[in-house]
């Protein structure tokens, strides 16, 4: 099988970018597969090699596609246009012939296998009354506007691609197949959910560098430690686990926020909670082990959010979750046996009543982590890559090429 990857970057730092290197590197493993990879950039994948003038014995064989700087609307549109000249190109002058083209997510008119990690349509939807310039401050409107215009691209581009019977559709969890349903009446999705790598996040690897870890994050012995890791503090939830967090004043809790937001933005409300010595902004790491090494318990209360990798991740260690319905990780939570699910991710009362229900209660903790590992050692990358590798033979065999 000749295959061509559309993904605008690969890396492991970006759940989207992690699914794909994990895939790519046992896609390699199959007999008789070759890969071409049209990106911008690849980072921390094996078996790459430069086309045309790589190794003929490499499996991924990596187009570089030009980047554009500038806003992120204009570098999209860029990355867009680009990849398909490059491939025209490379069908009309060098006779590249492949046998399918798979795309994570919109990159792409003609693919004929498309993973869905977002879908925009949705996520617009839910994000949409935040965006609003009324009431905003002056210097927020261009980021503002900016931000309307790309997922309004990216939603009008949804709707042209998703409804195209004959591109066949994955989604990263139930929640967003039952999104390309209503929005694009797309009733043939096959679900394949993000998986983990328990050789680095396992109870054991959290145990030993939990003391080094608490002490360098400057984390008591005493406290009962929160985490939340993303980016899109708004989106993620981070406004009503302030709130349920201040409400628990009276318990030795400290929140520990991971992300690249700009943390000025919640100046106010830590002043107006009376909770700024609590909370801790840290900025990412390539070292992600070492914030769930010091966590006692993992909050994501998002308001949408398509997977949430980290709730998995932390399910992995060991670590009690509290995920919200509105989260694909959402759907392997059993309630009150491997952790926690925020009906109403928007009501901080809620997510109170859970917060003081896991600091009160030791035993539970251990209980629901121990459950979350396990559940978490069957939603691994192999198992990912084994079911998208079957998807695209399924795919294949469908066009009638295999």
Same mark, same amino acid.
């Given at each position: ?60 064989? %990596? ?77 927020? %409107? ?238 691994? %990358? ?6 998208? %590798? ?13």
């Amino acid at each position: 099988m000749r295959l061509a990857v559309v993904s605008p970057f690969v890396d492991r730092r970006h759940g989207t970018e992690r699914a794909v290197a994990e895939s790519l590197e046992r896609f390699a493993l199959q007999p008789g597969v070759e890969i071409h990879l049209y990106s911008q950039r690849v980072d921390d994948l094996g078996g790459v090699a430069r086309f045309p003038e790589g190794s003929p014995k490499a499996c991924i064989l %990596w187009h570089e596609v030009p980047a554009v700087p500038g806003p992120h609307i204009v570098a999209y549109l860029c990355w867009f246009l680009a990849n398909h000249v490059q491939r025209f190109w490379d069908s009309r002058f060098r006779k590249l012939k492949f046998d399918l083209l798979y795309s994570p997510g919109i990159n792409a008119f003609g693919a004929d296998a498309i993973s869905v990690h977002v879908v925009f349509g949705e996520f617009y939807r839910r994000v949409r009354p935040r965006l609003r310039l009324r009431g905003a401050p002056l210097s927020r %409107w261009p980021v503002i506007i900016h931000r309307r215009l790309y997922y309004r691209l990216i939603c009008f581009l949804e709707s042209l691609i998703y409804t195209r019977k004959r591109t066949e559709l994955t989604a990263i969890s139930q929640h967003s197949a039952d999104s390309l349903r209503e929005l694009y009446g797309r009733h043939d999705v096959r679900v394949i959910r993000y998986g983990v790598d328990t050789s680095i996040f396992h109870p054991a690897a959290r145990r030993a560098r939990r003391d080094s870890e608490r002490s360098s994050l400057q984390v008591g012995s005493s406290e009962f430690c929160l985490l939340l890791i993303g980016n899109d503090w708004k989106n993620k939830g981070l406004d009503a686990l302030l709130c349920a967090f201040a409400e628990c004043g009276d318990l030795p809790l400290v929140l520990l926020v991971v992300g690249s937001d700009d943390r000025r933005e919640y100046s106010g409300a830590l002043e107006k909670l009376a909770i700024r010595s609590k909370v801790k902004f840290l900025e990412p790491s390539h070292d992600v082990m070492k914030f769930y090494a010091a966590a006692d318990a993992y909050v994501g209360p998002s308001l949408e959010d398509a997977y949430g990798l980290p709730v998995l991740e932390a399910m992995a260690c060991g670590l009690p979750v509290i995920a919200s319905a509105r989260a694909g990780a959402s759907e392997i939570v059993r309630e009150g046996e491997n952790g926690f699910v925020l009906r109403h991710p928007e009501d901080f009362q809620e997510l109170t009543v859970l917060l003081r229900r896991l600091c009160s209660n030791p035993n539970l903790c251990v209980h629901l982590g121990e459950e979350a590992a396990r559940t978490a050692k069957g939603q691994t %990358w192999d198992r990912n890559a084994l079911d998208t %590798w079957e998807f695209l033979k399924a795919v294949l065999e469908k066009k009638g090429k295999l």
